[in-house]
Each structure stands twice: as structure tokens, then as C-alpha cells.
């Protein structure tokens, strides 16, 4: 167990539409990390939180936007939702911000 | 820019043979390197790091990767596979410092066979 929690599991839902990913990080990890991981595309790095900071962004479209909150979790925001953002969406959390990074078991969204 | 280049999308051993899985890093910094194992339906776990010191570097279950600089390589080794070794496995680099998102290569799937 990783102590990285993420919720939902599963989320179906239809083109169009928008939906918030939500993320605990490990206990004590002030630094979070969306990724995307899809077939075509593999693993790919969205952003990047530290302590309620934005610290760094990867290929984070702009429909995609996300924040942390002053008790540490996080929240990934897909708005305009289309076919091809099915993916599954991970997050993982890190002590500090060097990248030693734990995962969450994912949320696998599928747009329909 | 920093990338990963793992050679070999799959990968085929028996139990009990050797595993070598490729990786191959462009960094424009000393980079921090990383070895994930994904099983199916699940999340990354983190097998190994290196980030300074020793270059070879140990990690869970029997696995260790070597940090060689001027080949920019940082190949995971097994001496044994197990069957439950059959994973798909991911290298990754980072700048380190403040900035610690990882930049993944494609990943390999590691196959056993009985």
C-alpha cells in the first residue's frame, strides 16, 4: 500500500461533460503529481503541486486544471470532456519535491 | 529537454534465467533515475533509485539497476526471474532539485515463461 489514496476507481461518463479526480497524498508528502497514462501515449506528467503551490506543468491541456487544498489533497478538473482523454489518471505524492514518488492505484476514466 | 529510451517493448525470459531490461537517459543535468513496476489493474511501484553515490543501486525483490554515466544507461538486472516477476516495467528520469516530475520511457512487459 503506497498511502496514496484516489477517487473514483472508475468514472464512465459522456463526451462533453466535466469531472474532478480527487487525490490524498501519503501522510507527511507536502508535494503531489498528476499523470495520464494512455496506450497511444504512455505515461505522461500533467502537474505538478507543492504545498497548495503550482511547482511545475507537463502536457496539461488546457481544459485540464487542478489545485491543492491546505490539508494536502488534490483535485484534477477535465471539463469539455472528449474521446480521446480516456485514460487512466494517476497521482503520486513525494516527501519533498526531488521526485521519489509514491502512486495511487488510479482512476481509470472512460469517455463515452 | 530530458527523455527515456527503453529497448524493447516486450521481453521474454524463462524462470530462473536473467533479466535485462534496457534503458537509455538524455539529460542536460545530473539526473535522478528511476525504476517503476506496474502489475495489471494496478499503480506504479517504485523498484529502485538513484540519485547520487553508488552507482549500483539495490532494490526490492532481487532487482538492481547500474548508473553508468558515459553510456547514460541505467539497465534493471535480475539473476533469477520468477513467474510473478511478469509485470510491465518503466524507467524514469528527473531534474531532481525542485522540480521532481518524472519523465517516462514506454515501458516493457516482462513475460516469464515456465
Known amino acids: 500500500d503506497s498511502g496514496v489514496t484516489q477517487t473514483p476507481k472508475h468514472l464512465i461518463t459522456a463526451t462533453g461533460q466535466r469531472v474532478t479526480l480527487r487525490c490524498s497524498p501519503r501522510?507527511?508528502?507536502?508535494?503531489v503529481y498528476w499523470y495520464q497514462q494512455s496506450l497511444d501515449q504512455g505515461l505522461q506528467f500533467l502537474i505538478q503541486?507543492?504545498?497548495?503551490?503550482?511547482?511545475a506543468k507537463g502536457n496539461i491541456l488546457e481544459r485540464f486544471s487542478a489545485q491543492q487544498f491546505p490539508d494536502l489533497h488534490s483535485e484534477l478538473n477535465l471539463s469539455s470532456l472528449e474521446l480521446g482523454d480516456s485514460a487512466l489518471y494517476f497521482c503520486?505524492?513525494?516527501?519533498?519535491?526531488?521526485?521519489?514518488?509514491?502512486f495511487g492505484s488510479g482512476t481509470r476514466l472512460t469517455v463515452v | 529537454a530530458q527523455s527515456v529510451t527503453q529497448l524493447g517493448s516486450h521481453v521474454s525470459v524463462s524462470e530462473g534465467a536473467l533479466v535485462l531490461l534496457r534503458c537509455n537517459y538524455s539529460?542536460?543535468?545530473?539526473?535522478?533515475l528511476f525504476w517503476y513496476v506496474q502489475y495489471p489493474n494496478q499503480g506504479l511501484q517504485l523498484l529502485l533509485k538513484?540519485?547520487?553515490?553508488?552507482?549500483l543501486v539495490k532494490g526490492i525483490n532481487g532487482f538492481e539497476a547500474e548508473f553508468k554515466k558515459s553510456e547514460t544507461s541505467f539497465h534493471l538486472t535480475k539473476p533469477s526471474a520468477h513467474m510473478s516477476d511478469a509485470a510491465e516495467y518503466f524507467c524514469?528520469?528527473?531534474?531532481?532539485?525542485?522540480?521532481?516530475?518524472?519523465?517516462f520511457g514506454k515501458g516493457t512487459k516482462l513475460s516469464v515463461k515456465p
Open positions: 503541486y507543492y504545498n497548495g503551490e503550482e511547482r
Open positions: 538513484y540519485t547520487t553515490g553508488a552507482t
Open positions: 503520486a505524492s513525494s516527501v519533498d519535491a526531488t521526485g521519489d514518488s509514491r
Open positions: 524514469a528520469v528527473s531534474k531532481g532539485g525542485s522540480q521532481g516530475n518524472l519523465i
Open positions: 539529460s542536460s543535468v545530473p539526473p535522478y
Open positions: 501522510s507527511g508528502d507536502l508535494s
